[in-house]
C-alpha cells in the first residue's frame, strides 16, 4: 500500500511539472506580412536578429589582384657601348652604384680617340693661318700689291679649313671630347642619372665600337647598363574578359609582399593588339612610380586596376558573394528599404573574385542590401523555392 501511494505521488509530481512548462512556454514569434516581393516584421521581431545588412559599395577597381612583373623602363634606360676602340685602363664604377649625368664609368686607352684630338687640334691650327693669310691677302689687294686671284685663292683656303674644322670638332663631340685634350685616354661617361644595374668590363680588357652591332648578346653585352630606377615599367597578363575594363590612363594600385603595407601608384601606358594564343591573355604595359627606389626589377607584385572617378557611378556596385541567390538561373538579393522591411530584387551581375561580387543593375551605391539571412527572407517570401 505505501508503495503504490508513492507511485501515485510521483506521477502527480510529474503532471504538475509538465503544465508548469506548457505554462513558461514561450509565444510563437510574430509572422511577417508579405505583400508582392517585399516582407514587413514588426519592430522588435527576434527573426531580424538573423539578418545582416550593409551598404552596397561602389565600383571603383576595375580588375583585382592581377600578377604584374616589373623591369627596367626603356625610356630611362641606357644601354652603354664605347664609341672607340681601345684598352680599358681603369673602371670607374661598379654595379648598384649610384652615378650623376655625365660621370665617368670607365677609362679607355684609344688610339682612335687619340687621332681624333690630333685632327681637331690640327684642323683648329689650319684654320687660323688660313684667316691669316686671307687677311693678308686682302691688303695686299686693297694696297694694289697682290690680284684678285690670290685674294679668290685665300678665300676658298679659308673655307676649307673651316669646313675640316667643322668636321673635326662635330667627331670630336661626338665622344664628348674637348680639343684641350693632352693625351689618348677617352673617359666613358654616364648620359643619364640613375644606377648602374649591369657592368660588363675589367682593366686590361680590349673594346671596340661595334660591338654595339653584334647581334650575338651573350658574347657582345653593353659595357655598362644605366637605369633611373624612381620609374619602372610593369607587364600585366589580363584576361580577355577584363579588357572591356581596361583603357590607357587608368591608375594602378601596385602592392608587393616585400611591403604590404605600402601601396604604389602607377599608370596603364599601353594596352597590346593581340591576345596570346596560348594563354588567351592580352599584353598590358604600365608605368609604376618608385620615389623611394623600394621596387626591384623583375619583381612580381599584385596590381588592381582603379576605375575612372567620373565612371564610377556607371560601374555599379560590389557586393559579397554570400548576398547573391539563384533562382532559375536567373540573380537575386534582399535590399532593406527600412528597418523590417525588405524587398526582393532581380539583379545583374559580374563574375565573382576574391568572394566579392559586381553588380551591374538592380542596385545603387549605397543601398543596404541583406549580407546575412538573405535565404530565410526567401523562404518566408516563397517556401515553394
Known amino acids: ?38 516582407i514587413t516584421y514588426p519592430p522588435n521581431a527576434p527573426q531580424l536578429a538573423y539578418v545582416t545588412v550593409q551598404p552596397a559599395e561602389p565600383r571603383r577597381l576595375a580588375i583585382t589582384h592581377l600578377t604584374g612583373r616589373l623591369y627596367l623602363s626603356d625610356s630611362s634606360t641606357v644601354r652603354v657601348f664605347t664609341p672607340v676602340a681601345g684598352q680599358v685602363t681603369a673602371v670607374d664604377t661598379d654595379v648598384d652604384q649610384v652615378v650623376s649625368a ?16 690630333a685632327d681637331a687640334r690640327s684642323a683648329e691650327a689650319n684654320l687660323t693661318e688660313a684667316e691669316k693669310a686671307l687677311t693678308r691677302s686682302r691688303d695686299l689687294f686693297e694696297h694694289g700689291a697682290a690680284a684678285a686671284k ?65 647581334n650575338a648578346t651573350n658574347l657582345f653585352a653593353p659595357l655598362f647598363v644605366v637605369s633611373d630606377i624612381r620609374k619602372l615599367w610593369i607587364q600585366v597578363d589580363a584576361a580577355e574578359t577584363d579588357l572591356a575594363d581596361l583603357q590607357p590612363g587608368q591608375r594602378l594600385r601596385i602592392t608587393s609582399k616585400a611591403f604590404p603595407a605600402k601601396v604604389f601608384d602607377g599608370a596603364v601606358a599601353n594596352i597590346g593588339p593581340s591576345l596570346d594564343p596560348a594563354t588567351r591573355t592580352v599584353r598590358v604595359r604600365g608605368v609604376v612610380g618608385n620615389p623611394e627606389k623600394l621596387l626591384k626589377a623583375e619583381m612580381y607584385v599584385s596590381v588592381d586596376v582603379v576605375r575612372d572617378e567620373a565612371k564610377v557611378a556607371q560601374a555599379g556596385v560590389e557586393v559579397p558573394s554570400k548576398t547573391i541567390f539563384t533562382i532559375d538561373r536567373k540573380s537575386y538579393l534582399f535590399v532593406e528599404l527600412s528597418p523590417g522591411r525588405f524587398e526582393r530584387r532581380q539583379v545583374e551581375i559580374g563574375t565573382e573574385k576574391d568572394g566579392k561580387v559586381p553588380v551591374l543593375a538592380g542596385v545603387a551605391a549605397g543601398q543596404r542590401v541583406v549580407t546575412e539571412g538573405g535565404l530565410l527572407l526567401q523562404a518566408v517570401l516563397d517556401p515553394s523555392n
Open 150 to 214: 690670290d685674294v679668290e685663292a685665300a678665300q676658298a683656303a679659308y673655307g676649307a679649313a673651316s669646313a675640316e674644322r667643322d668636321r673635326a670638332s662635330a667627331r670630336l663631340k661626338l665622344y664628348h671630347g674637348s680639343e684641350t685634350g693632352t693625351d689618348q685616354v677617352y673617359t666613358l661617361r654616364s648620359p643619364l642619372e640613375g644606377v648602374v644595374v649591369e657592368k660588363n668590363i675589367n682593366p686590361g680588357q680590349e673594346v671596340r665600337a661595334d660591338q654595339m652591332l653584334a
Open 102 to 117: 655625365g660621370a665617368a664609368l670607365a677609362e679607355i686607352s684609344s688610339p682612335d680617340y687619340g687621332q681624333a684630338l
Open 1 to 38: 500500500m505505501k508503495h503504490r501511494n508513492l507511485h501515485l505521488g510521483l506521477i502527480a509530481l510529474l503532471s504538475l511539472a509538465g503544465c508548469g512548462r506548457e505554462a513558461t512556454q514561450a509565444p510563437e514569434p510574430p509572422a511577417p506580412r508579405v505583400d508582392g516581393e517585399e
